[in-house]
């Protein structure tokens, strides 16, 4: 089985020229198949506030109504998305900028209203990904580029977590390719003492992570993407990589880099 | 050979929802492998405004400035691109909306600067289109949609002309494809009377199109577009066919609709 790696990055990189270059240069530099997987970003917030379109928020959430979708259909899919595209093919990396209704590779489901009615939100479901279609274009010699967008089959666009596109494709994948993820941030992965930046926890495997969660080592911030990483791995991912995007230059076929879970 | 058509739409279609609608139907239908352009519409000028972006024309002509091409890669490249391939999915078209930069599919080269600079314009050559990735993404059963971008390989994106990247597109796919070229627009094609709908002209070969010039009965503003249109049929496109957004359905192996243009 080939090795497939998707990389996650969000707005922390790509809200910095700099960083944003170097890392185009690093995944370029990666070897084997590989997806990006991007968020938004502050970009989304300036061209927002630029066209009088103010953050629906409920209960600390942002509500993805009508004229958010036309911006993040904008901001995420054109802007970043090609722009990202462009980079990436000056760099060398044939790069193919897509949502998830691009190919019909992502469908998700508009989240039911129940307290709280969250617009154009979709929520991934078994199904979701049409992993053979994706594969062909891996097969084609083509690197998708997803941005945070999907569709429900019907027509409509609909605003989904990157984290949640990233991992769903890792998870989906595994049916062609021996999958790693990749979440890129701006830590150096999981920290035991969240102001050291030394104390790095390299491996982790599940039992050393309930051990983590019962001592509290585990800040608490860091449980949902824990969470969500053990269960992409108990589907057949190989391994999920947490860590800084500065250093994804470090990932090669025999060293890794940031904190490593695995089985 | 296989046929291609490669189908051109502007504002008109892309501005009346209806309209819009009954020709992705119309496109789902046609049989055999098919490409969409579009160009912008009424909402690139909408966003600007809201965005508080002015127009900048220099003798009447449109300059692409930084701020421009901005808003071109969102409305462009995002909002109508993705809308589009989303409808098309609805209607069981499995459309892969791309720029130029996806799959390094179609470059160009930045204006040159004499007497005005047109700003990030990009002007098609003869190698802009990388027709084996186009071949490609047909081959694996997508359908392209492409938004009127490119880049120069170097990591900027540039605006480029939709009639332009349509022709260039039908011109380099001759290689894989017998290619039609489908210009679809508000009149019902070429008229003798431009004030008489049922004036329609249903076929011209370069030497009929010589003598309507002569006789001065081709409206100058169809000149372009017509010269156009020979030179590709001259460099080996089989037919280039002018008419009418809402005559798409009319297109079968066996009719035509609108001005056909041929050898």
């Known amino acids: 089985?080939?090795?497939?790696?998707?990389?996650?990055?969000?707005?922390?990189?790509?809200?910095?020229?700099?960083?944003?270059?170097?890392?185009?240069?690093?995944?370029?530099?990666?070897?084997?198949?590989?997806?990006?997987?991007?968020?938004?970003?502050?970009?989304a917030t300036q061209v927002s506030e630029s066209m009088g379109v103010e953050a629906h928020m409920i209960d600390g959430r942002?509500?993805?109504?009508?004229?958010?979708?036309?911006?993040?259909?904008?901001?995420?899919?054109?802007?970043?998305n090609k722009n990202i595209v462009a980079q990436l093919q000056r760099y060398g990396t044939n790069a193919l900028g897509v949502t998830g209704a691009d190919?019909?590779?992502?469908?998700?489901?508009?989240?039911?209203?129940?307290?709280?009615?969250?617009?154009?939100?979709?929520?991934?479901?078994e199904d979701s990904v049409r992993s053979s279609n994706i594969a062909k274009l891996l097969d084609a010699g083509f690197i998708p580029v997803f941005c945070a967008l999907t569709h429900n089959g019907e027509g409509q666009l609909l605003n989904t977590n990157a984290d949640t596109i990233a991992s769903a494709l890792a998870v989906a994948l595994c049916e062609f390719y021996e999958?790693?993820?990749?979440?890129?941030?701006?830590?150096?992965?999981?920290?035991?003492?969240?102001?050291?930046?030394?104390?790095?926890?390299?491996?982790?495997?599940?039992?050393?992570?309930?051990?983590?969660?019962?001592?509290?080592?585990?800040?608490s911030g860091m449980l949902p993407k824990m969470d969500n990483a053990f269960t992409a791995i108990a589907c057949g991912v190989k391994a999920v990589i947490i860590g800084h995007s500065a250093d994804l230059g470090k990932l090669k076929s025999d060293s890794s880099f940031g904190t490593r879970l695995s089985k």
Chains 1, 2 share one sequence.
């Open 103 to 125: 190919g019909d590779l992502i469908r998700a489901k508009k989240r039911p209203v129940k307290t709280i009615d969250y617009g154009f939100a979709g929520d991934i479901f």
């Open 179 to 219: 999958t790693t993820l990749v979440y890129c941030f701006e830590k150096k992965g999981v920290l035991m003492d969240i102001n050291d930046d030394d104390s790095l926890i390299r491996d982790i495997d599940p039992v050393r992570y309930e051990e983590f969660k019962k001592e509290q080592i585990i800040h």
């Open 1 to 43: 089985m080939k090795t497939l790696h998707i990389i996650k990055i969000g707005g922390n990189v790509i809200d910095n020229s700099e960083n944003l270059h170097r890392f185009l240069q690093d995944f370029t530099a990666l070897e084997g198949l590989k997806i990006l997987v991007h968020g938004g970003g502050k970009v």
């Open 62 to 80: 942002r509500i993805t109504d009508i004229d958010t979708l036309r911006i993040v259909t904008m901001v995420y899919g054109g802007l970043i």
